[in-house]
């Protein structure tokens, strides 16, 4: 019974992950396209001078809710997750050819102005 138990809770652990995935929407396609141009407009005016290095590479989870507006679930960067959530959080967005309550993940990179 102990080696059934130790064969399916990895089994059930592989379902999970693979149906998770599932829900994952690739950045790829005209209206995902369009959609990561009006992020990138929406990140441009971040200011990272302030922090040590000149650039960062950030992983951004969202999703587009039912009113078209962007949801940030979470970032891989401890630094910047509240200031890319407060810049991108409840935006509307332009794109309206999206689907709604999927999980979005967009690669984001930070660089220093140089103005």
Do not use: C, W
């Amino acid at each position: 019974m102990k080696t059934l138990n130790n064969l399916l809770i990895p089994l059930f652990a592989i379902i999970l992950s693979t149906a998770a995935m599932s829900y994952t929407v690739s950045m790829v396609g005209s209206s995902t396209e369009k959609l990561r141009k009006e992020i990138s407009e929406k990140l441009k005016n971040i200011d990272i001078r302030n922090y040590n290095t000149s650039d960062y590479d950030i992983k951004v989870q969202f999703t587009i809710n039912d009113e078209n507006e962007m949801v940030v679930l979470k970032t891989d960067h401890e630094v910047f997750d509240h200031l890319i959530k407060n810049t991108l959080n409840y935006k509307s967005i332009e794109v309206k050819d999206v689907k709604r309550n999927s999980l979005y993940i967009i690669n984001v990179k930070l660089k220093t102005s140089m103005a």
